[in-house]
């Protein structure tokens, strides 16, 4: 771009479908995403057999009520991962994401029953322009998880390769 250039891109303006570019992410922010998800033993079920994860944990409520500490089952804590991650997307990166390049730190501190909603929010930790290419930068962020009580639920550290704003 020469010197008499403008940029095509306006600083905050969203990519079509509603992702942030690069630009966008200010490090310290926290977004409180507005979606909001009832859990259901249905999908419960559903992510579990599509997985093929048998575990009973999930899936066999008399074996929940009669030998474990719950007494009910558990929502399988890659389900949660996935919504917490999926709650994020419309505020953040649907459109501007070239890739995931990891998930570190995942915690599940609090156990999601059928019947639970979940609430997220995401916090910009960190970001940093890409060594390789000079249209993208990687943005750090922290994904928390919350149930209908406030309680903690779920969390990680999510490194998002992300499109930088379209230039003239």
Not at 23 to 29: A, K, L, T
Not at 123 to 145: N, Q
Not at 150 to 159: I, T
């Amino acid at each position: 771009m020469s010197a008499t250039s403008t940029p095509s891109w306006v600083p905050g303006q969203r990519h079509e479908r509603g992702g942030r570019f690069f630009e966008d992410f200010p490090v310290g922010e926290t977004i409180r995403h507005g979606l909001r998800r009832t859990v259901t033993q249905m999908d419960n079920m559903l992510f579990s057999n599509m997985t093929l994860n048998p575990q009973p944990l999930h899936i066999d409520a008399d074996f929940c009520a009669n030998e474990t500490e719950w007494g009910k089952p558990l929502m399988n804590s890659l389900f949660t991962l996935g919504l917490m991650i999926g709650i994020s997307v419309s505020d953040t990166t649907v459109g501007t994401t070239i890739a995931n390049l990891g998930m570190s730190d995942v915690k599940f501190p609090a156990p999601v029953f059928e019947g639970d909603t979940l609430r997220v929010e995401t916090e910009i930790v960190g970001k940093r322009e890409s060594k390789s290419r000079p249209d993208a930068g990687i943005v750090d962020l922290h994904h928390r998880t919350f149930n209908q009580n406030g309680v903690l639920v779920a969390e990680c550290r999510r490194q998002a390769f992300m499109r930088k704003a379209p230039r003239s």
